[in-house]
């Protein structure tokens, strides 16, 4: 079974910078595609980043040029480094990794507060 486990949140002031991990088990990680969603108080879910087995990567217009998804396949472990954090990053984030299209699994999501 697959199982996603996310750590790195916590609380920083604007501009800071902090680094999100990701851990997967229980499938051939370095095929997967894996990514972030955040969600903020009374928002929807919106894709932060994600990056392809192959590497590909893509970012939200939000985060890009602040953001970076990295993926370390011996690890079986994937990044999101945040720099130059805004208020508005504020949210909680959830590790995705699909599996196979349609079979998609979530981690428990990690809180991201940026202070002001």
């Known amino acids: 079974q697959v199982q996603l486990v996310e750590s790195g949140g916590g609380l920083v002031q604007a501009g800071g910078s902090l680094r999100l991990f990701c851990a997967a088990s229980?499938?051939?990680?370095?095929?997967?595609?894996l990514g972030w969603y955040r969600q903020a108080p009374g928002k929807q879910r919106e894709l932060v980043a994600r990056i392809t087995g192959g590497g590909s990567t893509n970012y939200a217009d939000s985060v890009k040029g602040r953001f970076t998804i990295s993926r370390d396949n011996a690890k079986n472990t994937v990044y999101l480094q945040m720099n130059s954090l805004k208020s508005e990053d504020t949210a909680v984030y959830y590790c995705?990794?699909?599996?196979?299209?349609?079979?998609?699994?979530w981690g428990q999501g990690t809180q991201v507060t940026v202070s002001s």
């Open positions: 229980g499938t051939i990680f370095s095929i997967n595609t």
């Open positions: 995705y990794l699909v599996l196979r299209p349609g079979d998609v699994y």
